[in-house]
């Protein structure tokens, strides 16, 4: 149970394009989604978290027109990295979790190569 | 005061021993505490998690220890396996599930056969 998908697994793409990630809770209703960056051997770093319905609450220093998050429905929340640059290039993570739940659960993540 | 700090960064143990990894943290409103595995290319994983309330918590071949005064806890990992290879991140928070974590720095475990 509690299964997260994430997808696509991996893009590329030229600089200046927008892209699309999708969250999605395949076995349970996600009442809040968090996304999260990580660079090559570092941590996770929270970008954003988003309640089911309402906007998403940012962490400082990210830039939400930047970064556009959708939690239009409670099993699927969508990342926009608006006109990305190779600056933008990283693993992307969204996790989920339901007030029922003991912990977030982790999607495989978004390789992004922004060139 | 929102920080956990991990160590080591890096640990490299024989297949059969036992594989330690210590996380510490400031803030004492952090009430649930869980661990993550992740494999290269990979989400992270929950393992295993701990409250407060208790000072042990095992799982098959994994155990957290925590000490409450000391604002400590420790993932044990025992007959380390070449499949245990991966990184481990400790992480803190405020309720568990819908509150954001906070994650340690993380350490990259190679189990040799």
């Known amino acids: 149970g509690a299964v997260v998908s994430q997808h696509p697994s991996r893009v590329i793409c030229k600089s200046g394009t927008s892209v699309k990630i999708e969250c999605r809770s395949l076995?349970?209703?996600?009442?809040?989604m968090f996304w999260y960056r990580q660079f090559p051997k570092q941590s996770l770093m929270l970008m954003a978290t988003s309640n089911e319905g309402s906007k998403a609450t940012y962490e400082q220093g990210v830039e939400k027109d930047k970064f556009l998050i959708n939690h239009a429905s409670l099993t699927l929340s969508t990342l926009t990295v608006t006109s990305a640059h190779p600056e933008d290039s990283s693993f992307y993570i969204c996790?989920?979790?339901?007030?029922?739940?003991?912990?977030?659960?982790f999607g495989d993540g978004t390789r992004l190569s922004i060139l | 005061q929102q920080q956990v700090k991990q160590s080591p960064q890096s640990l490299i143990v024989q297949k059969g021993g036992i594989s330690i990894i210590n996380c510490a943290y400031e803030n004492t409103a952090f009430d649930y505490f869980p661990w993550y595995q992740q494999f290269p290319g990979k989400g992270p994983a929950l393992l295993i998690a701990i409250r407060p309330d208790v000072s042990e918590k095992k799982e098959g071949r994994f155990t957290i220890s925590f000490n409450k005064s000391a604002k400590q806890f420790s993932l044990h990992i025992m007959d380390s396996q070449p499949g245990d290879s991966a990184t481990y991140f400790c992480?803190?928070?405020?309720?568990?599930?819908?509150?954001?974590?906070?994650f340690g720095t993380g350490t990259r475990l190679l189990v040799s056969p």
């Open positions: 076995d349970f209703q996600a009442t809040t």
């Open positions: 996790s989920a979790s339901d007030r029922g739940l003991s912990s977030q659960h």
């Open positions: 992480a803190a928070s405020i309720r568990a599930g819908f509150q954001k974590l906070v």
